[in-house]
């Protein structure tokens, strides 16, 4: 069979391991032997001149490290392991691969962070897509350094004839499942333009780099059941293609950034099981979504959580209720400013802050208040509000 193009064994019962002499075939372009009972390490498909671009190998039982020998594969487009025993890194020397497309790993036992060694060459992975590793054991912080070379998720141009798909010669189509919300979502024909990230159920920790929201030609981004902090990136509302949006199950805090309410595209979100703070942002495909996308985060309040917040006509719930914002200032000293001219009561307010708000200062801030409320009584008939 030394011109055999196309080895199509998927959806069957075979077993055993496969013949490493398949790798000797130069001409194949594609193997597809899903869902079967394959065991062993994955065979060495790849010689120096061998023309493989699609490589399906999920449901099985293969077991092992990813072989080195892949890196051969000059013309590899889609790499599906999925779904076996397989262990090991993140091969990330299948960034040099300048055509790879898709690369689905999960459901193995890969572990440790994912990051580029010293002899990685850039850009890395510049015509990825779709990249999923979710369920494994990856630890330490996102791959930024990955993230700022995923060129083909960036400003997407798609084409107007209509949607390609990944499909066979033998005319069945590459399909993938993907976990949206905890449900298994199957996508029986994959387009060659969707962009999908799936790192979810890993044990990644820190924050969000802001650098994730240069892609803004994703359309599923799943970081849920991580150990990620910190704030949910402002920069996030770029992604304006984005229709699915995962960061729940893990321990975010702060306030729900006004921009993702501006995203029009958004038909799944799910923020819940965080520690977020304030008011739900309204407006466009916010007011679309349930309570179950924002639940398990007790300090949040707003439609469409039965919780209402305490002041509506204020954004920013916790600096109306007198505790103190980011910046450090509270209504003491706003009060201040008001009373004794902007910048002698800044300069008050900033001292009362310094040394620990003195008692004389407090009785000073009481008797201020009091004085601006008085004035306002007088004048409130008088108050014109603008745009």
């Known amino acids: 069979m030394s011109k055999l ?5 998927s959806n069957n019962s075979f077993d055993g391991v496969v013949p490493q002499c398949l790798g000797n075939i ?5 193997i597809y032997l899903e869902t079967n009972r394959f065991h062993g390490p994955v ?25 080195s020998s892949l890196s051969k594969c000059k013309e590899l487009e889609l790499l599906d392991l999925g779904n076996k025993h397989l262990n090991g890194t993140f091969p990330g020397w299948l960034g040099d691969l300048p055509g790879l497309q898709v690369i689905v790993l999960k459901s193995n036992n890969f572990h440790g962070p994912i990051e580029t060694s010293s002899t990685t060459k850039l850009p890395l992975f510049p015509s990825l897509r779709v990249l999923d ?4 054991r990856f630890a330490g912080h996102l791959p930024r350094i990955y993230f700022q070379y995923f060129n083909a998720m960036k400003n997407m141009v798609r084409t107007s004839s209509g949607p390609k798909y990944f499909q066979f010669s033998t005319g069945k189509y590459y399909s993938v ?9 199957s996508f029986p024909q994959l387009s060659v333009d969707y962009t999908i990230i799936d790192l979810s159920n890993n044990k990644f920790e820190g924050e969000i780099p802001d650098i994730v929201g240069t892609l803004n030609s ?3 981004l799943n970081l849920s059941h991580n150990n990620l902090n910190g704030r949910i990136p402002h920069v996030l509302g770029s992604l304006l293609d984005i229709e699915s949006l995962d960061l729940s199950w893990n321990q975010l805090t702060g306030e729900i950034p006004q921009s993702l309410a501006y995203i029009t595209t958004l038909e799944v979100l799910n923020l819940s099981h965080n520690h977020l703070v304030g008011r739900i942002p309204q407006g466009t495909q916010f007011n679309t979504f349930e309570g179950n996308s924002f639940g398990g985060n007790l300090r949040l309040c707003g439609f469409p959580l039965p919780k209402d917040c305490e002041h509506p006509s204020s954004p920013h719930s916790e600096v109306a209720n007198g505790e103190e914002g980011e910046s450090g200032f509270t209504w003491k000293v706003v009060m201040l400013g008001y009373g004794y001219g902007t910048l002698p009561g800044l300069l008050i307010g900033y001292f009362m802050l310094s040394t620990g708000r003195p008692k004389w200062l407090n009785a000073l801030v009481v008797g201020a208040k009091h004085l601006i409320e008085k004035r306002k009584t007088k004048r409130r008939r008088y108050i014109f509000i603008g745009k």
């Not at 193009?5 to 064994?9: A, K, T, V, Y």
């Not at 065979?43 to 092992?64: A, S, V, Y």
């Open 5 to 9: 193009q196309d080895l199509d064994m």
């Open 218 to 220: 994703l359309i599923v």
């Open 26 to 30: 130069k001409s194949l372009g594609m």
């Open 133 to 136: 590793v979710s369920h494994n």
């Open 177 to 185: 499942i993907i976990e949206v919300k905890g449900r298994q979502l």
């Open 43 to 67: 065979p060495n498909m790849c010689t120096d001149h061998g023309h493989l671009k699609w490589l399906i190998l999920n449901e099985n039982r293969f077991e092992g490290e990813v072989p």
